[in-house]
């Protein structure tokens, strides 16, 4: 009975909005219409924005968005016989269709994500047995050092927890191979983390060939194991101590439990954050995805494996043949796979991995083409939508993810388009200015308002759209070839701890440059068009505000391929203990400041040290948290800052025994707190008008910034390559 009333009300509701959404309407009654649903909409967000208000306020954005569609659908495409204004036409239309398709699919993911869950506890007495893979392939060994002697610094019983580092970057395949400097490399990276992991107590193993790139270097991780549990950690995604007894209690609730996936945590900004200079203002691109949508599909049974800082259950793989490799993102693939076969996943919103992201704009493509093509090859592969063995949620979850990575034709088809008017007069979209104002403004405000809903906090608003515009030059050709060859991508290694020395535009940006160059002569065509055609002038005049949106997210993607200097830029957090340094037989006690991966700030307790000059070599003990042989860090200081309180050393970190790695660890890996802190300081909403306002700084600054970069840049080139510049 109670279903059969479930059923009559939404077949009532649904009857109820296709009537409201159909019934013709003038301009002034759609106009007061949108009007009061956005008025509605900011008072639900102001009064109550979680639970079912939260619920009626996207409903009555949803039903502005099909209002849109149907008006879209029966109002605006141009005639079947004016094949040049029809096919433009048609690809717009259903580039809008895909976004709103999009739109639907993250309503059911994200409306009401699942809550923090509650940590379950561990029995000891019977905690199951753990390996931990690092899987590496070009990696320097210091990097490798930091991540091995975090996961050895993990709060879990010795004798049932096991490390290994799986290294690709020195198989018998590469060792011996017919290049000689190539194969010398490979043999000398061999025998330094054989020494590696012999100094700090983990396995090193390595296989004969470089088969199925990752996913076959898990599964020979897998072969040469016996743990219960499988944690898998990227060589520069160090644990904090915490990871093991936040995630491994929750195989002890579900049998079928094959996954418990955590965030990715970055300590350094991406290419966006680094030169735009939003990294401590603004959250990260990642925590959209971790904050918000992993917690819609952990609701649905679908929150995925994604290649690392997870925990999975070896009889669960073993189903399955290990790790899947027909695709480059093996990841999502294991997970859909075991999902079909009636395997469970759990995923835990706490950052409990600290991590590092590509540094050049070039790497960050490189790691988005990566995951672009890998999901399309699992929409081919897998066909989530029709996918037998997944409910009906987990079929929409998936194929959002999968479908998510066709943006670059949506977005470039709407960098395009205003161009086919006010180049060729194409009309694309036949409707008046006043029309096209009214229902795409009134649509527009809906859609970010309902983003705000949907992301509040994790999303401000347009970054999205940056962020897609900014990668979609190289990803559309990326997912070309993956629809016309799914077969044929490869898997590429991520760049790990680049550095940037000097200020340049990305090898990557020329296309930027172009495309801003055009659509600044847009706006010439816009002026040309009003004066010329005054009989025209509302349409021109709104496709001309179409374009300059358009030119200012092109204007702020030249401040991201302008690139700053700036190291590997990490992340310092405040950690306090107590120490001692030793320069040049003098001794004094200190008290750390803050940490990183990188250096460390101490203050020291006396004026004994206050003529140090920068560069001195020295030595500090500290206290640790974790059992390990005393010993003393190597540090260089780099900075000597007096002040009211006594002296702040600013120290670089000079490793030269694995224990000194595992000190390092235990300072900038063992406190997980740190890194939630940091999240929360800059996930703050600035609403829809603040944040369109904050865009428009943004793009106007950047702007400015990329074309002094590259006019400058290219300025000096030319007196540095004239016969006697450098004279």
Not at 559 to 587: L, N, T
Request: proline content about 6%.
């Amino acid at each position: 009975m109670r279903t059969a009333s479930y059923v009559i009300f939404w077949a009532v509701t649904a009857m109820v909005v296709i009537a409201l959404v159909t019934m013709p309407i003038s301009l002034q009654a759609h106009l007061i219409a949108g009007t009061i649903v956005v008025g509605a909409m900011v008072v639900l967000k102001f009064l109550r924005p979680y639970g079912v208000w939260r619920l009626i306020a996207l409903g009555l954005g949803t039903a502005m968005v099909l209002r849109y569609v149907y008006w879209r659908t029966t109002s605006t495409l141009p005639p079947v016989n004016q094949l040049e204004d029809f096919i433009p036409g048609l690809i717009v239309y259903l580039a809008e269709l895909y976004n709103i398709g999009m739109l639907g699919l993250s309503l059911f993911v994200v409306a009401m994500p699942l809550p923090k869950r509650k940590t379950p506890p561990i029995d000891l007495a019977n905690a199951p047995t753990v390996d931990v893979f690092v899987p590496s392939y070009n990696e320097e060994p210091e990097l490798l050092a930091t991540t091995l002697s975090a996961a050895l610094a993990m709060d879990y019983p010795a004798d049932r927890l096991k490390i290994y580092l799986l290294d690709d970057g020195a198989t018998d395949e590469k060792c011996n191979a017919d290049d000689f400097a190539a194969a010398s490399a490979a043999r000398e990276r061999r025998l330094a983390l054989q020494k590696l992991c012999a100094g700090l107590g983990v396995t090193y193993l390595t296989r004969e060939r470089n088969l199925s790139a990752k996913a076959g270097n898990l599964n020979n991780g897998i072969a040469h194991s016996q743990g219960e549990l499988i944690v898998v950690f990227d060589a520069d995604h160090a644990p904090a101590r915490d990871f093991l007894t936040e995630t491994v209690g929750y195989f002890g609730q579900d049998p079928k439990l094959f996954l418990v996936q955590t965030p990715h945590f970055f300590i350094n900004p991406d290419p966006l954050e680094r030169n735009l200079q939003t990294f401590r203002s603004m959250p990260s691109e990642n925590e959209m995805f971790y904050g918000i949508i992993q917690r819609g599909l952990d609701k649905w049974d679908a929150s995925f494996f994604c290649g690392s800082a997870a925990v999975l259950r070896r009889t669960a793989l073993e189903t399955t043949n290990g790790f899947s490799g027909r695709s480059i993102t093996e990841d999502a693939e294991t997970a859909i796979t075991l999902h079909a076969t009636g395997w469970h996943s759990v995923y835990v919103d706490k950052p409990l991995i600290a991590g590092l992201q590509p540094a050049t704009f070039t790497s960050f493509i490189g790691q988005r083409s990566r995951w672009a093509q890998g999901m399309m090859q699992i929409l081919m592969f897998h066909r989530p939508m029709f996918k037998r063995g997944l409910s009906l949620p987990q079929r929409l979850c998936y194929s959002s993810s999968a479908l998510f990575w066709l943006f670059p034709f949506a977005r470039l088809t709407f960098l395009v388009a205003p161009l086919f008017y006010l180049f060729f007069g194409l009309e694309i979209f036949t409707a008046s200015g006043a029309e096209f104002i009214a229902y795409v403004l009134s649509y527009m405000v809906v859609n970010l308002m309902m983003q705000n809903y949907l992301y509040g906090r994790y999303r401000w608003p347009w970054i999205s759209e940056l962020y897609e515009f900014i990668q979609s030059v190289y990803l559309l050709p990326a997912v070309v070839s993956v629809l016309l060859n799914p077969s044929k991508p490869t898997f590429k290694v991520t760049a790990k701890n680049e550095s940037l020395e000097t200020r340049r535009v990305s090898e990557l940006g020329r296309p930027f440059f172009i495309i801003f160059a055009v659509l600044a002569l847009g706006l010439v065509a816009t002026y040309w068009r009003i004066i010329t055609e005054p009989y025209n002038a509302d349409i021109t005049f709104v496709v001309g505000l179409w374009n300059i949106l358009n030119l200012l997210m092109a204007g702020c993607a030249l401040g991201v391929v302008s690139e700053r200097p700036e190291g590997r830029g990490a992340r310092r957090f405040a950690v306090k203990r107590r120490g001692e340094i030793a320069i040049d037989g003098h001794k004094a006690r200190v008290v750390t400041e803050n940490v990183s991966v990188d250096g460390i700030a101490v203050r020291v307790m006396s004026r004994e040290l206050d003529k140090l000059p920068v560069g001195t070599n020295g030595a500090i003990t500290f206290e640790t948290t974790i059992d390990m042989p005393p010993a003393a860090l190597p540090v260089r200081v780099r900075r000597v800052l007096p002040d009211d309180k006594g002296l702040l050393l600013g120290c670089s970190y000079e490793p030269t025994e694995p224990v000194h790695s595992r000190i390092i660890a235990d300072l900038a890996f063992s406190d997980a707190e740190n890194w939630s802190r940091f999240q929360k300081a800059r996930r703050h909403n600035p609403g829809v008008i603040l944040g369109t306002l904050r865009f428009l700084r943004l793009a106007i600054f950047q702007t400015s910034r990329g074309l002094s970069y590259f006019f400058g840049l290219y300025r000096l080139s030319r007196s540095t390559s004239r016969p006697g510049a450098a004279e």
